[in-house]
């Protein structure tokens, strides 16, 4: 079984994220990452692709008043990151490759649900959840199906 | 012709549940006791995709029960994707907010609110096609309570309302759940009202109800949970009284484990309790149930046994069938519980069954306190630090070996007043009266 686990926040919280993957790696299944920006120092055994991130804007680089106001605007600037990291996910052809030959895949943080919501429009016979709990909920059951 | 039962509840058979006991020993008891039941309930996938199932509960079910299932959504505990609406996928946020506010509009229950409408329908249908005598609608979820009240007003069937739990108090902090002049309280009075009987699982739960809602004083009861004499069966009392041990010991827990239960106070007391000698060498830890309440474990639960070393270790969740010979592999019980003044368990019970010592892990404040008040093998840890706990599982130890052969007869009839059929009784006497059939 080929697991691949998806994290759309950019900055997806290292410890939080080795976590999941020791757990669904312990199952002794294959299992694949794709971050957004790069996620160092993780124990992976299968692929890891890394979205780039877009350099830091002007914007970005503004004062602190200024930076206080995105902060308030956190939500629109959060969609718009969400929004590229879908584009650039679903135009991957190593990703599409990745989970044409998944069986499920794992979304571990909002934008990530988001992103997986599309993909398995693409991927019809993919399994796709939210959270590691139900990762390993699901391996376990196919586990036990298939005796 | 026999009266006929219509009870509601939402945890039954497959549901593996710490709740689905006492439903279940309910409804078979009434059975047995000549009354045709229908039971009407959540549908068989509600159990095995979300709380998880024990399969070997459904062959305990009474035959002569009917049981109906009414389809249950549960889309906050749903994480397949496939099954998320774009707001959700988009806006999870708003998504889980406006959910909220759309559960408490037919029902102030979150998660459980858009189950009235189904479940009253099936209920009126059931009445329809097969005239209901008596209502026994039992909470949590308390949305059940309006299934019974709907029959009451449209038909007036009596109803008993049977708190496993409690409404509008919180069992572990003792506080007030919902405002005097909520929406709650009120639906929680109204029902109250007009209910022929409320029953409660301790009397501090009911003195609090007593306290709220005096006038409905007379009808409130307790029902404790008891033990099931057929889960027993093959360690007692055929097998006779627990032959005196001496080492090494199996000390066992077996429960649900949620974040309330102080297992790690239990494993630190365990770990002083070996470093001091306090329990003899080779002795060992058993603690077994599910970790948490929904289909997949608690992993911080998970690593913390798994972390306790090689004398402690956890075989998983037992079946119902094979609880009986759990207690029976082991010398001294282990019950930790969550700390409330409010806390009974139905655990407590089968603990006592078992005419074993009992090492007491919760509050001493817990009502699992005066249930086994007067138990002569209880070892009671004088507050929830390690240092109490390895000084209560030695004198559990110190029971399994020296108790006499008088405190353990004496241990086995204590625990006859809290068989489930004994407990049921008296309240099945009086409904049979409230209904026309004694």
């Known amino acids: 079984m080929s697991v691949v686990i998806i994290a759309g926040a950019r900055q997806t919280y290292a410890r939080r994220l080795q976590s999941s993957l020791d757990q669904l790696q312990e199952t002794g299944e294959v299992v694949h990452l794709v971050t957004y920006g790069s996620?160092?120092?993780?124990?992976?055994?299968?692929?890891?692709?890394?979205?780039?991130?877009?350099?830091?804007?002007?914007?970005?680089?503004?004062?602190?008043?200024?930076?206080?106001?995105?902060?308030?605007?956190?939500?629109?600037?959060?969609?718009?990151?969400?929004?590229?990291?879908?584009r650039a996910v679903l135009s991957s052809p190593d990703i599409d490759s990745l989970l044409r030959d998944a069986d499920l895949l794992v979304a571990v943080d909002p934008p990530a649900v988001d992103v997986a919501w599309h993909l398995i429009r693409r991927h019809r016979d993919l399994a796709a959840v939210s959270g590691t709990p139900a990762a390993l909920d699901v391996i376990n059951r196919r586990r036990r199906s298939s005796g | 012709m026999r009266p006929h039962l219509l009870y509601v509840v939402w945890g039954y058979p497959p549901c593996r549940g710490s709740g689905v006991h006492r439903a279940l020993a309910t409804a078979n008891t009434f059975a047995q006791d000549g009354w045709r039941v229908t039971v009407l309930t959540a549908d068989r996938e509600t159990f095995e995709r979300f709380t998880g199932s024990d399969p070997s509960l459904e062959a305990r079910i009474d035959p002569s029960i009917t049981v109906t299932r009414v389809d249950f959504a549960w889309p906050a505990q749903e994480t397949d994707i496939r099954r998320?609406?774009?707001?959700?996928?988009?806006?999870?946020?708003?998504?889980?907010?406006?959910?909220?506010?759309?559960?408490?509009?037919?029902?102030?229950e979150v998660g459980y609110g858009p189950w009235r409408r189904p479940l009253t329908r099936a209920a009126l249908k059931i009445h329809k096609s097969d005239s209901v005598d008596l209502v026994i609608s039992t909470a949590n979820p308390n949305v059940t309570f309006s299934a019974a009240y709907a029959l009451h007003r449209r038909a007036g069937i009596p109803y008993v309302m049977d708190y496993r739990d409690a409404w509008s108090l919180d069992v572990f902090s003792g506080e007030r759940l919902h405002q005097l002049n909520s929406r709650v309280v009120r639906l929680e009075r109204k029902y109250l009202h007009d209910a022929t009987e409320a029953w409660f699982v301790n009397e501090p739960i009911r003195a609090w109800h007593v306290l709220q809602y005096p006038d409905v004083a007379?009808?409130?009861?307790?029902?404790?949970?008891?033990?099931?004499?057929?889960?027993?069966?093959?360690?007692?009392?055929?097998?006779?009284?627990?032959?005196?041990?001496?080492?090494?010991?199996?000390?066992?827990?077996?429960?649900?484990?949620?974040?309330?239960?102080?297992?790690?106070?239990?494993?630190?007391?365990?770990?002083?309790?070996?470093?001091?000698?306090?329990?003899?060498?080779?002795?060992?830890?058993?603690?077994?149930?599910?970790?948490g309440f929904f289909a997949t474990p608690r992993a911080d639960i998970a690593s913390a046994i798994a972390g306790a070393g090689d004398s402690v270790s956890y075989p998983g969740p037992i079946p119902k069938t094979e609880v009986g010979a759990f207690y029976d592999s082991i010398d001294?019980?282990?019950?930790?519980?969550?700390?409330?003044?409010?806390?009974?368990?139905?655990?407590?019970?089968?603990?006592?069954?078992?005419?074993?010592?009992?090492?007491?892990?919760?509050?001493?404040?817990?009502?699992?306190?005066?249930?086994?008040?007067?138990?002569?093998?209880?070892?009671?840890?004088q507050e929830l630090t390690p240092s109490a706990v390895a000084?209560?599982?030695?004198?559990?130890?110190?029971?399994?070996?020296?108790?006499?052969?008088?405190?353990?007869?004496?241990?086995?009839?204590?625990?006859?007043?809290?068989?489930?059929?004994?407990?049921?009784?008296?309240?099945?006497?009086?409904?049979?009266?409230?209904?026309?059939?004694?």
């Open chain 1, 39 to 86: 996620a160092a120092n993780l124990q992976l055994r299968g692929q890891h692709i890394a979205i780039p991130v877009p350099p830091a804007t002007r914007l970005a680089r503004a004062p602190r008043a200024i930076r206080v106001v995105l902060r308030v605007l956190n939500l629109l600037l959060s969609r718009r990151a969400t929004d590229r990291f879908r």
């Open chain 2, 84 to 108: 998320f609406s774009r707001l959700r996928a988009k806006a999870p946020s708003l998504w889980r907010r406006l959910r909220l506010i759309r559960d408490r509009i037919p029902f102030p």
């Open chain 2, 218 to 291: 007379p009808r409130m009861h307790v029902v404790a949970n008891g033990w099931d004499p057929e889960v027993f069966a093959a360690a007692r009392p055929d097998r006779g009284r627990p032959e005196p041990r001496t080492r090494p010991l199996t000390f066992g827990y077996l429960g649900t484990m949620s974040r309330n239960v102080p297992i790690a106070v239990l494993l630190a007391g365990w770990h002083e309790a070996r470093d001091h000698g306090l329990v003899a060498p080779g002795s060992r830890l058993v603690i077994a149930g599910y970790l």
């Open chain 2, 332 to 381: 001294v019980g282990v019950l930790a519980l969550g700390t409330g003044l409010y806390v009974t368990s139905g655990k407590v019970f089968e603990y006592l069954a078992t005419g074993k010592p009992v090492v007491s892990v919760h509050d001493p404040e817990n009502a699992a306190s005066s249930v086994l008040a007067g138990y002569p093998l209880w070892a009671p840890a």
């Open chain 2, 391 to 438: 000084a209560a599982l030695g004198r559990g130890a110190q029971l399994a070996a020296e108790a006499s052969e008088a405190q353990r007869s004496l241990a086995l009839q204590f625990a006859e007043q809290y068989r489930r059929d004994v407990q049921f009784r008296p309240r099945l006497a009086e409904l049979r009266r409230t209904v026309g059939h004694p």
